[in-house]
């Protein structure tokens, strides 16, 4: 009979590293590596040579950086989701991407079983396996951290060294990090604790506030149907224009949250996220909303919103729900565009101005003097006479109740 053959979800790190022997060890398997370039900004092309060091058939690099930006961050964008208002999503829709090509590749590869490197105690493992058996729901899941006997860091150290496997330790940083190009998240070590204030030297993509430059700097964002597509009246392509973005917002220190979130699993952790770009992004959007959108449209949208957010995070995206949330948000994209001026300062995003041709600001309108066939103001008595009935109706009411009692 032919060997098992095994897909796993590579990084390089201890975990994975780790996993390939012990795949083999415990499966008598064959074991095909896939590494998800999703902008990490690591060179990746070492981890061939890596993969195979630690017993790997082979390894896949896929370049998911355009279909990441275009059909992952852009729809959460255009629907305002914030998970628990601070949190811009960043590792919470990048797993369903990479799963998604884990399972394609797992098919060409005739693999029977995807194994991750997700612990037991996080979501990751949850969005990975909810869009695997998306894809492919006979497809056998092998996810180590549950079952097999290594509880510590200082054990998978062990395991590696005794069969010579070279695994990336830097001590300097203790902290568990996911990077991509939306975002670096950093848990785990001293910032477990919600008492300790992040070091100083913990942010990669940005600098504090206090570091910022003194003098505010001012950018441009062009957005057509909710998506931007030019900074500083420059057009770019969906990364080119997210790596600008998160170097504009990077250097005038924009874009950090530090937050402890309700994970799904059930437990709260704290985490501290870098998303500068992103933050920029979001700010400049939701302030183009603000006049291309009625007030009925942009209040229920709000409240999906919040549902948009709880769907991605909690692994989600392949599901009917959040295709039909997408859609009423396209829908409600139509109308925005135009170009928005902030001024970042110092960790701020300041609305320096807003136009677009879809606006539905009317100066006209919303000027103190009279608007003649527009508005008047003798138009208000009605208006608030027909808005108060009910409650007029109910304080008579309550007034020849009191005077009969």
């Not at 005794?162 to 996911?178: F, G, L, N």
């Not at 504009?248 to 709260?268: F, H, P, S, T, Y």
Request: hydrophobic share 40%; charged share 25%.
């Amino acid at each position: 009979m032919a060997k098992m053959r095994v897909l796993l979800a590579y990084s390089g790190g201890l975990d994975t590293s780790i996993i390939v022997p012990w795949l083999k060890e415990n499966y008598d398997c064959d074991v095909i590596c896939v590494a998800g370039d999703v902008g990490q900004g690591e060179e990746l092309e070492p981890l061939h040579e890596k993969a195979k060091k630690c017993g790997a058939e082979k390894l896949y690099i896929e370049d998911l950086r355009k279909e990441f930006v275009e059909d992952f961050i852009w729809p959460t964008l255009k629907a305002g989701a914030i998970y628990e208002q601070k949190y811009l999503l960043g590792t919470s829709f990048a797993r369903p991407l990479i799963a998604k090509r884990l399972v394609e590749i797992a098919h060409k590869e005739n693999c029977t079983a995807i194994c991750h490197g997700c612990t037991g105690k996080g979501n990751d493992q949850v969005r990975f396996e909810l869009t695997i058996k998306a894809f492919d729901p006979n497809m056998q899941i092998i996810a180590p951290w549950r079952i097999w006997d290594i509880k510590t860091r200082e054990e998978e150290i062990e395991y590696a060294e005794a069969r010579s496997i070279p695994v990336p330790v830097k001590k300097e940083r203790p902290y568990s990090m996911d990077r991509n190009i939306w975002h670096i998240s950093h848990e785990g070590a001293d910032l477990e604790d919600p008492w300790n204030e992040p070091p100083a030297d913990l942010l990669l993509t940005m600098v504090t506030p206090d570091k910022a430059p003194d003098a505010p700097e001012y950018v441009t964002v062009d957005f057509e149907k909710g998506v931007p597509v030019a900074i500083n009246g420059e057009k770019l392509d969906a990364v080119a224009l997210l790596t600008l973005a998160n170097e504009i917002a990077g250097r005038n220190g924009v874009g950090c949250a530090d937050l402890v979130e309700n994970r799904l699993v059930g437990m709260k952790s704290r985490g501290v996220y870098e998303t500068p770009g992103g933050t920029m992004l979001y700010a400049a959007h939701s302030i183009l909303e603000s006049i291309t959108l009625d007030r009925q449209t942009s209040h229920y949208k709000e409240q999906v919103a919040v549902k948009f957010a709880e769907l991605v995070y909690d692994g989600m995206w392949y599901t009917p729900l959040r295709e039909a949330l997408s859609a009423f948000v396209d829908s409600t994209q139509q109308a925005v565009n135009g170009t928005v001026k902030l001024k970042l300062y110092k960790g701020n995003c300041i609305n320096a101005g807003v136009k677009s041709p879809n606006s539905l600001y009317m100066e006209e309108i919303a000027t103190f003097g009279d608007s003649h066939d527009l508005y008047s103001h003798k138009d208000s008595a009605g208006f608030i006479n027909l808005l108060g009935l009910p409650m007029k109706v109910k304080a008579m009411v309550d007034q020849k109740n009191q005077s009969v009692n």
